[in-house]
């Protein structure tokens, strides 16, 4: 995705430097960069989160917004569980080559892998609670991603702000009455509580799987590549591990390239270990994420906390 154009030296510089296991920012080819996480901040949806991996002005910037609405069952759905339904967009400003139609592929490969990775079995959150009346009604949740900016690792990062906005999602609760006609048939009706105070959260969000890409570089690989390294970037690879340290999902990207076998192996190991540090340092700074969102009167719906983020 990179159109960074590089230097044969400094191809060679990069490649040379992921073999040995060092990096030019100083990182190990396994290392992440700093995670910014800040949740709530749309006051319109039922939840919202934006995560920036790297620093301000050179760093991955994506913000998820989920909405939740009753839709009314159709013949040929499921007929007892609700569904997701996934947007990712990204900003014509976020990368050169995105301007006018030149971020429709990406946005497709992204929405696709999004759509696979929550609306399996490996998804996490309980379908079935997002059915209100069975062949009748349910909830479905949209979540449509932006993406603000792009320095590498868009897969992870949009992973970690989905994940960050469902798990501090709340839908409006629902009372399902039966009753009974002049015919004796029995009919369910439900009534949506409209009270932001009497909300319940997604049953099982805490189960969504993170992502971890590998970016094979020379003979070795990395994770978290910055611009430079997808510039010389021969094969990638996601892998979606839950916090059970399952793979849920694998999606090889469009570079022509595939990986060896031994390699491949190795990764998918090396994915699981690394899911398990990932999970704990999800924790850490969701919760301090949720802690600073406390902490403000009105989460931010404008423009106003691009600065403070």
Same mark, same amino acid.
């Given at each position: 995705m990179a159109s960074l154009t590089l230097s044969p030296a400094?191809? =060679?510089?990069? +490649?040379c430097g992921i073999e040995k296991g060092f990096r030019g920012d100083g990182r190990s080819g396994l290392d992440r960069r700093e995670v910014t996480l800040r949740t709530n901040m749309i006051s319109q949806a039922n939840g919202s989160a934006r995560c920036r991996t790297g620093y301000l002005g050179i760093g991955t910037d994506v913000l998820v917004g989920v909405k939740a609405e009753v839709c009314s069952w159709k013949p040929g759905e499921p007929e007892d569980r /609700? !569904?997701?339904? #996934? *947007?990712? &967009? #990204?900003? $014509? @400003?976020? %990368?050169q080559e995105f301007e006018g139609r030149g971020a429709e592929e990406l946005n497709v490969e992204l929405t696709q892998l999004l759509d696979r990775?929550?609306?399996g079995p490996q998804c996490g959150i309980d379908l079935a609670k997002l059915c209100i009346i069975p062949k009748q009604d349910y909830w479905v949740l949209h979540v449509d991603a932006l993406v603000l900016d792009v320095k590498g690792s868009i897969v992870d990062t949009l992973m970690?702000? !989905?994940r960050a906005a469902l798990l501090s999602s709340?839908? $409006?609760?629902?009372?399902? &009455? @039966?009753m009974k006609d002049e015919d004796g048939n029995v009919h369910s009706e439900f009534d949506v509580v409209d009270d932001a105070e009497d909300q319940v959260p997604l049953e099982g969000a805490e189960n969504l799987p993170l992502t971890v890409t590998f970016n094979q570089i020379g003979k070795r690989y990395a994770i978290? %590549?910055?611009?430079? &390294?997808?510039?010389v970037t021969q094969a990638r690879i996601t892998v979606a591990v839950s916090p059970q340290t399952e793979i849920c999902a694998i999606q090889k990207s469009g570079l022509m390239r595939g990986f060896p076998p031994s390699l491949l192996s190795e990764i998918l190991k090396t994915a699981c270990r690394i899911a398990r540090e990932e999970f @704990?340092?999800? *924790?850490?700074i969701f919760t301090a994420?949720?802690? !600073? /969102? +406390? +902490?403000? =009167?009105? $989460? @931010?719906t404008g423009s106003t906390f691009l600065g403070t983020f």
């Open positions: 400094e191809q =060679d510089y990069i +490649a /609700g !569904t997701i339904i #996934c *947007n990712v &967009e #990204c900003s $014509p @400003s976020a %990368a990775i929550l609306n970690w702000a !989905t709340k839908r $409006p609760k629902v009372v399902v &009455e @039966s978290d %590549a910055s611009e430079q &390294e997808e510039a @704990s340092r999800f *924790n850490d994420a949720n802690a !600073t /969102g +406390a +902490a403000d =009167d009105e $989460p @931010s």
